[in-house]
């Protein structure tokens, strides 16, 4: 799509325009809309070389887990790396979902940590004391 010489129209309408028009009004960081940090970044060389900086930093420590992760370090690399490790875990999920009693006592003890982590938040924020704001809400169970 040929580009249209810009006729009154302002340098950040413009920006925003193709910028809209690259990514679309769907995208969900609506800051990157606001021009001001583009104009910015093409005007300001120190903020250029800070931004790059950080970006470059921030790469360097995405490709180092992505690196950990695809050796199959840590739990997230044994999970996605080994397929032994998703078949005993549905293997489990699988013997829960058919057996009653280890289906209540899941969903038992999921009810208690939903509890205990909305009481912990609630008081946690200072507001109304867990006991006068009644019970938390619990999941309904999946059949």
């Known amino acids: 799509m040929p ?7 302002d340098q950040r309408g ?3 325009d193709l910028f809209v028009q690259v990514y679309g009004q769907g995208y969900p960081f609506k800051g990157f809309y606001d021009t001001e940090w ?4 093409v005007h300001d060389d120190e903020f250029a070389r800070e931004l790059m900086k950080d970006l470059t930093r921030i790469t360097a420590s995405l490709a180092r887990v992505a690196e950990k992760i695809d050796g199959g370090e840590g739990t997230a690399g044994k999970l996605i790396n ?3 490790v998703y078949e005993a ?5 699988v013997g829960i979902d058919e057996s009653k009693p280890l289906k209540w006592l899941v969903r038992n003890r999921q009810r208690s940590g939903i509890q205990t982590r ?3 938040e609630k008081a946690r924020a200072g507001a109304t004391p867990p006991e ?3 019970p938390a809400p619990t999941p309904e169970p999946r059949e």
């Open 38 to 41: 583009l104009t910015k970044l």
């Open 118 to 120: 909305y009481e912990a």
């Open 3 to 9: 580009i249209a010489p810009a006729q009154g129209r």
């Open 132 to 134: 006068a704001l009644g």
């Open 89 to 93: 875990i549905d293997d489990i999920l």
């Open 82 to 84: 080994d397929p032994s």
């Open 14 to 16: 413009l920006q925003r």
